[in-house]
């Protein structure tokens, strides 16, 4: 049980160490297992934690995301980290923001170590010369429909109970909430004769207008110019609330960076994806990642249907396949982790009807840099 007492934290920004065996390397080795901690006290596993061999991959990518970490030290112990709070700056769009997601460890919560790590962040935001600061939080449960008091972004989908933690942290320092996520968590296998079901089902629907193509990994050469569009279109179709996101740019380049970086950072990716058999175009896609040396987690990414191309039940299509091949590529997975926003119903009935249950809510908070 964590006292209230706060303490003179020590912050500051963690170097980036040429490998994991370097001095400077202490940080990330610590960040890594306050990150096991805290997921494991919060959801009963540490299959959200980022390892350290991760943490670095992405670190030393910067070429469109601009990344750092920040840690909160015990003043009396330079290395005993008690908080780390992630940075990202957009390069190639979004250049009027930062992203930052905070973690503190259980026996330290409610001693001012998340106070500390916000007010970095929105140092760090002024720094870069950006007006605006999106906050990442994660909560347990989320309250029922029926609950007046809970708050709700501007549309309305989606709570977070007013006296969380840190809804009540939220409105001490001035955030607003703009968005709220269902986490939801699908349970494998997932039987193969569902899956048959939804899967022909939703091709039935599209008919012979659509086709799916599935890769792993490595996006083939004729179809990385498409997939840069539909991850383009990612930023400015999918459902973002009230935050104020503008379009993030793809291109070859950027999918073969960022397809580099998965590989380094030890994951594999399975992507199936819709084409329009009339114009040879991709126009909706599905992609998960799972880490290789944790064979039982899959972490969901994105998904897409372009506007134009909408009530055909592609979506439907996509996820039903990906995961009869994830169950051939991946047979020992037991768990898909997955968020999506409140307000895309669609999404959220078609992962009910796959067998993904609600786990809790994560919101997107924002405030003002001046």
Known sequence: MSDTTTVPWLVRDLPVPASLDDDDAWGLHAVADLERVAMTHDWGNADLAYSAAEALVALHDQRYTARSTVVATHPDDPHQVVGALSLRAPQAGNTHLTEASLVVHPEHRHRGVGTALLAAAEERTRALGRRLLILESDHTSEPPADDADALTPPTGAGRIARDDPFARFAARHGLALEQADRYSVLHLPVAGTLLASLRDEAQDRAGADYAVVTWQGRCPDEWVDHFAVLETRMSTDAPRGGLEIEEDPWDADRIRAAEETSARSGRGSLVTAAVHVPSGTLV???????PLEAPEVVFQ???????????????QLVKAVNLERLAEIRPDARRVHTWNAEENSYMLRINVALGFRPTGVSGAWTKAIG
Do not use: I, M
Not at 285 to 290: A, K, L, R
Not at 301 to 315: I, M, P
């Open 284 to 290: 909706a896609f599905t992609e998960v990642e799972y």
């Open 301 to 315: 990414e994105d998904t897409l249907v372009l506007r134009e191309h909408r009530g055909h039940r592609l979506g």
